[in-house]
């Protein structure tokens, strides 16, 4: 390989070497080919793509980068086929064919390195003419693509470890070359909304989506439909989501029970009547057919099982059942908080001052309403590279929680997280008497 020579400015100059890095990820490969032997089960002539490791060119931009991102830069140089090694396990010599997993493990290490917080987002790069043809190239040319559906589904097939270990091993060629000193680390916590829509209920469970009325509940929606209501609904079945509403509502004033709205219906004249409807009506509620009105259905959420049994489904249940709702402040009034119904993702980063990169180390994904702070000691054990003495870790204000400072502490680093007030009184007298100012200054 050809060094090149840049025209920087002496404070630009660094100690990176392209040549050392490549020859330490060459050892790094082989380490991996000779302790990573499991063999794929499914034949090679089944796989819809194939990826394919060749040292590629580098080459540094007048800047000092190295040109086509972080990405490039591991993609030419790391050798991912001891994946397929560690994804074996998951996959059978039968069945259909299938993605050549090492192409859709550096789909999720590149996206990762480039820091993308979702598939969607990843994808749609992925199909550009430019942009896309670096992450094409790398994860194997082939007639189908892979897309979100493709990398959710490996991801639950082989779990978040075989991706994790993957991330872990390429922090360890990174740090072991010096690109991540692991002395500033900086965590941050993003809401990113789900591609499902919200249709009202943040607690809602796998069992809304059917349940069975007992004859009890039959009868309150007969009582319901001869006292003339149009919509007919039931208390929500499940105490604990019952709990959490009340507890909800209780901070607004009377807490409230929440309601199941399982029919709704209007009368109308007998030509336009439903003679469908009015039988669905009747069988559902156990009436006679003489008994109901002419009417139409405007929606119905009831069904009858084939022992008939009465079953119902919450049309509050989002199709997302895993994405919750979570606040934080818009982007266009920051005096307003704005609600996203979807997911958190925490992400910590090396930050490495004398080479100027921010290198990501690894990300967790949690329920939109989860406490960040609570969080941040599960996250921070996940990732390849431990707490070091000296280490300093940033954060904002929602991990300055005390067990965070301790856990920190305790294994030799210290914390920078921003000063959250947590309603405390800011007077001057209530400052003096805490010793500390509202930026948490003593």
Request: charged content about 20%.
């Amino acid at each position: 390989m050809s060094r090149h020579s840049l025209a920087l400015a002496p404070e630009q100059l660094t100690a990176f070497d392209l040549d050392a890095f490549v020859n330490q990820a060459a050892a790094f490969n082989q380490h991996h080919r000779e302790t990573c032997t499991t063999p794929f089960p499914k034949a090679s002539s089944r796989w819809l793509s194939h990826y394919p490791f060749r040292p590629r060119p580098l080459a540094l931009t007048t800047e000092g980068n190295v040109e086509g991102g972080l990405s490039w830069l591991v993609g030419a140089t790391i050798d991912f086929s001891c994946t397929r090694s560690i994804c074996a396990p998951h996959y059978g010599s039968r069945g259909s064919h299938c993605y050549d997993p090492a192409s859709l493990v550096v789909l999720e290490v590149v996206a990762k390195v480039d820091q993308y917080v979702d598939y969607a987002r990843f994808c749609g790069d992925r199909h550009q003419p430019e942009k896309g043809r670096r992450y094409r190239e790398l994860a194997g040319r082939h007639d189908h693509v892979p897309g979100e559906d493709d990398l959710c589904h490996v991801r639950s097939r082989v779990g978040a470890e075989a991706i994790e270990q993957t991330m872990a091993a390429v922090v360890a060629l990174f740090r072991s070359f010096g690109l991540i000193k692991g002395e500033l680390l900086s965590t941050d916590g993003q809401l990113e909304p789900s591609f499902s829509r919200y249709k009202g209920c943040p607690y809602a469970c796998a069992g809304c989506r059917s349940f069975r009325i007992a004859a009890a509940g039959q009868q309150e929606l007969r009582h319901q439909f001869h006292r003339g209501a149009k919509r007919l609904q039931l208390p929500c079945p499940f105490p604990e989501v019952v709990d959490k509403v009340r507890q909800a509502t209780a901070k607004k004033g009377t807490p409230k029970d929440p309601k199941v709205s399982l029919l709704a219906m209007e009368e109308v004249e007998s030509p336009q009547a439903s003679v469908q409807d009015r039988q669905q009506v009747a069988t559902l509620l156990g009436l006679p057919e003489d008994e109901v009105p002419a009417l139409r259905l405007q929606w119905c959420h009831l069904r009858q099982s084939p022992q008939g049994d009465l079953l119902g489904c919450c049309p509050k249940m989002p199709s997302d059942l895993e994405a919750k709702v979570g606040y934080h402040i818009d982007t266009q009034d920051p005096t307003k908080t704005e609600r996203v119904f979807g997911y958190m993702h925490l992400k910590t980063t090396d930050i490495n001052r004398e080479l100027g990169l921010e290198l990501p180390l690894g990300n967790s994904t949690y329920p939109a309403n989860a406490d960040e702070g609570t969080h941040f000691i599960e996250h921070r054990m996940t990732l390849a590279l431990p707490v070091l003495p000296g280490q300093v870790q940033l954060g904002d204000a929602g991990n300055a929680v005390i067990a965070n400072y301790q856990w920190l502490h305790d294994r030799g680093g210290g914390a920078v997280f921003a000063y959250n007030p947590r309603n405390e009184p800011l007077d001057p007298e209530s400052l003096i008497t805490r010793g500390y100012d509202q930026y948490g200054t003593p």
